[in-house]
């Protein structure tokens, strides 16, 4: 069984950077589509970025230019790297992994059958 575990999220300021990382164990990581979503506090869980198994990548217009995902699929984990943090990026961002093969990169929360308990992230202004 395939689970997921997010780490490195935390409180910092306005302009301030973070990695959260996804460790994955108990499947073939190799074969997944992974992504990443956010959720802010009465807000509905939204898409962030996703990366394939060869390492194509799709990100959220509102992230674009200041997150980058990316994977190494030897440690079996996955990366979002954040830079220059926003108040408003403030959520539990959430690790998501799609098992079915073959198939495209998806901004769909319903697509991904595997996630994460979540890492708190705080930006202060």
């Known amino acids: 069984q395939v689970q997921l575990v997010e780490s490195g999220g935390g409180l910092v300021q306005a302009g301030d950077s973070l990695r959260l990382s996804c460790a994955a164990s108990?499947?073939?990581?190799?074969?997944?589509?992974m992504g990443w979503f956010r959720q802010a506090p009465g807000k509905e869980r939204e898409f962030v970025a996703a990366?394939?198994?060869?390492?194509?990548?799709v990100t959220d217009n509102s992230v674009k230019g200041r997150f980058t995902i990316s994977r190494d699929n030897a440690k079996a984990t996955v990366y979002l790297q954040m830079n220059s943090l926003h108040p408003e990026d403030t959520a539990v961002y959430y690790c998501?992994?799609?098992?079915?093969?073959?198939?495209?990169?998806?901004?769909?929360?319903?697509?991904?059958?595997?996630w994460g308990q979540g890492t708190q992230v705080t930006v202060s202004s």
């Open positions: 998501a992994a799609e098992l079915r093969v073959g198939v495209r990169i998806s901004a769909r929360k319903e697509e991904y059958g595997v």
């Open positions: 108990g499947g073939a990581f190799n074969n997944y589509i």
């Open positions: 990366i394939s198994r060869s390492g194509a990548y």
